[in-house]
């Protein structure tokens, strides 16, 4: 796909995106909380399509962070089924187009079906080597830091790994899917200015991209623009020139 001002040899690798304002975008609409959900994931659908679209190899998506069970279980219990439901739709459109889904997070507190469903799709499209979809999916980035620790103190206590090994490169094996590389790109929905612990060490050296749009509103021309800002971007990664 080709898009007018867009350098397609300037494209972020890895591309995060806090889908945020939902609650927002139905009030606003004097509907239930749960219908701003739905129509975000109809959003979702449409941006994972334009992302691969573009050859982006990487998508990473906060699905729904291990914080997210302090809410109603009207709401959570509607999130769990809005994501099989979004698995069920999109797997056969995922095989066709060679995209590869990972989960990064826990399988504590997941349904049972939920789980299933998660393992299935991680099994089948695992081959799959056009562009990687990452759902953040009872994530957290202090969890993955942290079970990342405790798996390198077990490799530490048996002796299959030295202290003298430990950078952060090699630290990195330890965490979700250390094949994803970096964000280079992190777009937030909704007016929002914060990280609300999204991959937190992976976005070290990313750039940030802010909208006051509600994700049910957020479109292709949204992030064709959030793509074109990101070219302009001067990346030094500590480096003075
Ligand atoms: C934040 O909006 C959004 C979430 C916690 C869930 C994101 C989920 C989706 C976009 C759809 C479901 C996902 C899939 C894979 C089908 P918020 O509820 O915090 O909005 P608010 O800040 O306006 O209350």
Redesign the pocket.
């Given at each position: 796909m080709q898009i007018e001002g867009l350098d397609e040899k300037l494209l972020p690798r890895h591309v995060g995106i806090?889908?945020?304002?939902?609650?927002?975008?139905?009030?606003k609409q004097g509907k239930k909380?749960v219908l701003?959900?739905?129509e975000?994931?109809r959003?979702?659908?449409k941006i994972v399509k334009s992302v691969f679209s573009l050859k982006i190899p990487f998508l990473s998506?906060?699905?729904?962070?291990v914080d997210?069970w302090k809410?109603e279980m009207e709401?959570t219990s509607f999130?769990m089924k809005?994501?099989g439901?979004?698995?069920q739709e999109e797997f056969s459109d995922f095989k066709k187009h060679g995209i590869r889904v990972i989960h990064s997070g826990i399988y504590d507190n997941l349904p049972k079906k939920v789980i299933q469903i998660l393992k299935n799709i991680e099994e089948e499209t695992v081959h799959n080597t056009a562009g990687t979809l990452n759902?953040c999916?009872n994530y957290g980035g202090r969890l993955e830091i942290v079970e990342g620790i405790k798996k390198l103190f077990q490799d530490i206590k048996t002796g299959k790994v030295k202290e003298e090994e430990i950078d952060s490169k090699f630290f990195s094996n330890y965490l979700f899917h250390p094949e994803v590389p970096d964000v280079d790109l992190m777009i937030r929905t909704?007016g929002?200015l914060r990280l609300s612990d999204f991959l937190l060490w992976k976005n070290a050296y990313s750039e940030f991209w802010f909208t006051d749009t509600?994700?049910?509103d957020f479109n292709e021309e949204e992030l064709f623009k959030a793509l074109k800002d990101y070219q302009n971007r001067q990346r030094r990664f500590g480096d003075a020139k």
């Open positions: 806090i889908m945020d304002g939902n609650g927002r975008w139905a009030r909380r701003g959900h739905q975000g994931s959003v979702l659908k998506l906060y699905v729904f962070s997210n809410r709401e999130l809005l994501i439901k979004f698995y759902l999916l909704s929002e509600l994700w049910p």
